[in-house]
């Protein structure tokens, strides 16, 4: 077994694979951005390494600075976790060719193979597992997308090799849109996944998703551990996570995980990964294999007693699993909500900021993954993920009721979350059903009353500015032993979480005073106007990064662009001016 591990990453999973480190006696090695010094990963590891600046692209990404501090610490393994290098084939590489330091996941050559999901789907076909139809090499050219169109017929997506998360995958609705979707899926591509290659696929109008936790050791066992429904999306990126899935046939349940199993066997795949799928009208097509561990594999954990951190690191040492498939047995049900510092009243726009309450809930059932405090700011630097809650149960009609208890008990102030989301979602009845498709949540959040109880709750969790009227609060007081609430007139004038509403409408649009202001910090992608130009209300200005989310930022009025103050690339502030008009 390894002495001590470096772990290449942030936040709640970096604790989750000290934790499992821990428990196997394992020295822990964590790294860091200046933007993390004070971060409850640093914190928790035995020993820690400042690696560079906050910009992911001088830090958690320094691949070579990764490597040296691995060496200075004397680690003997490197988990990479889930983003930043996790999916690097080259980094993998490097590593395997460094002596005395083994990586935490499979070989780079199955990287390589899995990772693009044009060899991926190669892969798959040829181990006899359907694909999502489409094509399984690269298209260059708008007419040779037209042919495929005809072929598959309307609406198709093409999809870059590298993407993931909903990255560099535009839908085409008809042959006029295709030049323009060609070039931007290729952009996005090289843009995010230094990988201009496209190709194109069948758009399943209304899909569950469905994927397949895979554990393959190095002397050729593959299990697998069941599926996940991940179908609960916005913007084609996850938010709530179970298992099992509610509504899949055990004979489809079957065929899935045997499928899973085939196509990972073929890639001589090792190590954790998990095998996606779209389920339409009872069949099953193969989307892509995501060649690491997944933020949504608690769920997985919670049904089969397995820790599947602890086995990836096991595996990399070379112990063989001692399970058959028989052995894999699944208890109750559990369910993961995405805690993001975003506003799902505003399309889930991000909110970084302070958090000034930070109260989880607790007790049976209820498990937190975390790596946040009270009090901490939480960074534009990174994605929005503050945490994850994961509830287990012995049904899911359980699973649900003990889900809205825990949410009733995490409070959170400071900031938006999706938390008021996730109360919405369990009184929804489409939910409950287990009805939903990854397209559910878009058309929700077009409905006014999804919107107008979402404001309701997130009003109801956020502490408002100081008002002319009299604040009143809730304090409690002992009369001879015996506890009474009263309402007492004033108490908060002093309040000091009072600006905290700032967080309240974080898209940009603020054209008073002259000008159009940021109101979230994050980095320029793009300015989408000219000096002198006139531009009308609702018109895109800019576009900013923030949290690995892009924000167009828009006009919420007319007028003249009379001097513009940023510029593509640039870091802002909230408040900071961005354009001026006249
Ligand atoms: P990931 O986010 O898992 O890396 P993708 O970016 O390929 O993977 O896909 C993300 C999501 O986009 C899927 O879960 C699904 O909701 C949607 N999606 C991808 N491909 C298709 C398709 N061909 N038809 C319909 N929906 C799709």
């Not at 609705?173 to 323009?180: A, L």
């Not at 510092?341 to 900021?353: H, I, R």
Request: proline share 4%; charged share 25%; aromatic share 6%.
């Amino acid at each position: 077994m390894f002495d001590k591990l470096l772990v290449a990453n942030r936040g709640e999973i970096a604790i989750r694979i000290m934790a499992a480190c821990e428990e196997l006696d394992i020295g822990t090695v964590a790294i860091y951005s200046d933007a993390d010094r004070e971060s409850e990963h640093v914190a928790y590891a035995d020993e820690a390494y400042r690696v560079g600046p906050p910009q992911a692209s001088e830090s958690y990404l320094d691949q070579e600075r990764i490597i040296e501090v691995s060496k200075e610490a004397q680690a003997d393994a490197i988990h990479p976790g889930y983003g930043f290098l996790a999916e690097n084939a080259e980094f993998a590489e490097q590593v395997e060719a460094t002596d005395g330091i083994k990586w935490i996941g499979p070989s780079s050559d199955a990287m390589q193979q899995l990772g693009s999901k044009t060899s991926a789907r190669e892969t798959m076909q040829a181990a006899d597992v359907p694909i999502v139809p489409g094509t399984t090499t690269s298209v260059d050219n708008p007419d040779e997308v037209v042919s495929i169109a005809e072929e598959y017929g309307y609406p198709i997506t093409i999809k870059a090799a590298g993407g993931g998360g909903g990255r560099g995958m535009q839908i085409v609705q008809d042959e006029y849109e295709i030049e323009d979707a060609l070039e931007t899926a290729k952009r996005e591509g090289e843009a995010y996944f230094d990988d201009a290659e496209v190709y194109v696929e069948k758009y399943l109008s209304d899909p569950k998703h469905i994927e397949v936790q895979i554990l393959a050791d190095e002397s050729g066992n593959v299990l697998h551990l069941g599926e996940r429904d991940c179908s609960l999306q916005r913007r084609h990126q996850k938010v709530i996570e179970e298992a099992p899935s509610p509504t899949l046939s055990q004979s489809l349940r079957k065929k899935i995980g045997n499928a899973a199993k085939r196509g990972m066997h073929k890639a001589g795949y090792t190590n954790a990964g998990t095998v996606e799928f779209l389920v339409e009208d009872g069949k099953f097509y193969f989307m892509e294999v995501n060649t690491r561990i997944q933020v949504e594999h608690t769920v997985t954990e919670e049904i089969t007693g397995i820790d599947i951190v602890k086995w990836q690191i096991r595996i990399a040492a070379g112990e063989t699993l001692p399970y058959d498939q028989s052995d894999i047995t699944f208890n109750g049900h559990a369910i993961q909500y995405r805690v993001n510092a975003e506003d799902p009243a505003s399309e889930f726009a991000p909110t970084p900021g302070k958090l000034e309450t930070y109260r989880p809930p607790s007790t049976i059932g209820v498990r937190i993954d975390h790596a946040v405090f009270e009090g901490q700011e939480v960074s534009g630097d990174y994605d929005s993920m503050i945490g994850k809650l994961i509830v287990e149960s012995s049904s899911r009609t359980e699973c649900i009721n003990r889900s809205k208890r825990a949410l009733r008990h995490f409070d959170i102030d400071g900031i938006q979350t999706t938390l008021p989301f996730h109360q919405y979602i369990l009184n929804d009845n489409t939910f409950r059903d287990g009805a939903h498709t990854t397209k559910y949540v878009d058309q929700l959040l077009k409905e006014d009353s999804f919107k107008k109880a979402i404001e309701n709750r997130s009003d109801a969790s956020v502490v408002k500015p100081e008002s002319d009227e009299p604040s009143m609060e809730t304090v409690s007081v002992e009369v001879d032993g015996e506890l009474f609430d009263v309402q007492v007139e004033g108490l908060s004038s002093n309040n000091t979480r009072a600006s905290q509403s700032t967080s309240e409408n974080p898209i940009a649009n603020k054209a008073d005073e002259g000008g159009i202001q940021a109101d979230m910090e994050g980095t320029v992608i793009s300015v989408d106007v000219e000096e002198g130009e006139h531009i009308d209300q609702g018109e895109t200005v800019c576009v900013l990064e923030a949290m690995k989310m892009e924000n167009e930022i828009t006009a919420n009025h007319g007028g003249i662009v009379s001097e513009i103050n940023v510029s593509e690339g640039d870091s802002v502030n909230m408040g900071e001016q961005l354009v001026q008009m006249r």
